[in-house]
């Protein structure tokens, strides 16, 4: 009788027969179980010689059939085409490894190094040398006239009125940076090392480490920390000065604006008292109005409920936007940039005459003697002192 009180099969148990087997087997339904253990069929000799003579066979077909007719036609389109636009250079692939990039150390120029003997030959031509300080001087002036701000507080005829701009040659070359990395070409792959831009090596290093911005973020963070424990000292009663607006409250002022602003309905006054007799024609009249005006009335209720919203929120948020805004203008800066091999560096002081003030501007320019032009990439011009015509005090009369 105990049969029916044995333990039934746990979910740990170690049988590999299914559960309702096990089960039958405990109540002694089952009087015999034989395990059996399946064997992989064994790898035979025959098989593996049949399989690779049936590949080798379909390839040579494939190969005679396919293959050998699409290269004959291939070289024989290639002989019409000249040899100079066969003989391509391809160049291998370059894998750069981060962190592998460094600065090389710069080389000094030599007496019989091309750029010496530009420099040479520049030195000695004076009318070049006024030329090339003449373009600079009317370049800034584009680009004060160009400005958008300088317009507006010192006019837009703004004339060149004098600068001083000194011609230097340099003894060293700009540095240049080198990155290593696998080079995978036709018939090879090795490690070795490419030569990279100095604007590219600028830019990633400002990309991986933005300053400006964690700077800016900080200012941000900063503001919002300290509104809201003013606010928070205010609603404790510890600072006696009134904290900062709450979110709560700034909607609720937008709201109470909105609401006292309404513009009156279209339809005009309300309509005068009608006598007692046409009570009932009047009711009858003006339920229609009344739905379309209460509709009405929802509808721009959450329109301006929404739009409370809004401006509440970007209350909330202005002063420490703000604060962003102007730390991200005060620290942010472009990506610097090396100027070309062999340039002749220019730099001075540019004044500019406006009807409203005088602007001086400090400038650093690199002239490439190979196209005779500036390099706009690594040109670097600040507005160093503007100075007011008429100027009154800051306290009043």
């Avoid at 091999?341 to 730099?347: A, E, R, W, Y």
Wanted: proline content about 9%.
């Amino acid at each position: 009788m105990f049969r029916f009180i044995r333990p039934r099969r746990s979910i740990f148990s170690m049988s590999r027969l299914p559960l309702k087997l096990e089960a039958q087997q405990q109540r002694g339904q089952i009087s015999q179980v034989q395990r059996v253990q399946f064997r992989k069929p064994r790898i035979r000799f025959r098989t593996v010689a049949t399989t690779a003579i049936a590949v080798y066979v379909c390839y040579h077909i494939y190969s005679k059939v396919v293959l050998d007719p699409l290269e004959r036609a291939a070289i024989e389109a290639m002989k019409d085409i000249p040899e100079e636009l066969t003989e391509e250079d391809h160049k291998p692939m370059f894998i750069p490894f981060p962190g592998t990039t460094k600065q090389l150390k710069p080389k000094p120029y030599r007496g019989s190094d091309p750029e010496w003997q530009e420099f040479i030959k520049f030195s000695k031509d004076q009318k070049l040398a006024q030329r090339v300080r003449e373009e600079l001087a009317n370049y800034v002036q584009q680009v004060a006239l160009r400005h958008p701000v300088l317009a507006i507080r010192c006019g837009k005829q703004m004339k060149l009125r004098r600068y001083w701009l000194d011609v230097d040659f340099p003894q060293h070359a700009p540095p240049e940076f080198e990155r290593s990395g696998i080079e995978v070409g036709d018939d090879y792959i090795t490690w070795g090392t490419q030569p990279v831009d100095s604007l590219t090596v600028f830019r990633l290093r400002q990309a991986l480490w933005p300053s400006a911005l964690i700077k800016s973020f900080w200012s941000f963070t900063k503001v919002m920390i300290v509104d809201d424990v003013k606010r928070i000292a205010g609603m404790l009663g510890i600072r006696s000065s009134p904290p900062p607006p709450s979110l709560e409250q700034l909607l609720a002022r937008h709201q109470q604006l909105m609401k006292g602003s309404q513009i009156p309905s279209k339809d005009g006054p309300p309509a005068l008292p009608q006598p007692a007799g046409d009570a009932t024609k009047a009711i009858t009249a003006a339920t229609p109005a009344e739905k379309s005006t209460v509709t009405g009335k929802k509808e721009n209720e959450n329109e301006m409920e929404i739009s409370a919203a809004a401006m509440a929120f970007h209350g909330h948020f202005f002063r420490a936007i703000m604060a962003f805004k102007a730390k991200m203008a005060q620290t942010w800066r472009p990506a610097p940039n090396y100027p070309p091999k062999g340039s002749i560096l220019v730099s001075g002081l540019v004044e500019l005459d406006s009807p409203k003030a005088w602007l001086v501007f400090d400038v650093k320019a690199a002239w490439d003697p190979k196209t005779s032009s500036y390099d706009a990439r690594s040109m670097h011009l600040q507005l160093r002192r503007m100075q007011l015509k008429k100027q009154g005090p800051v306290g009043g009369g």
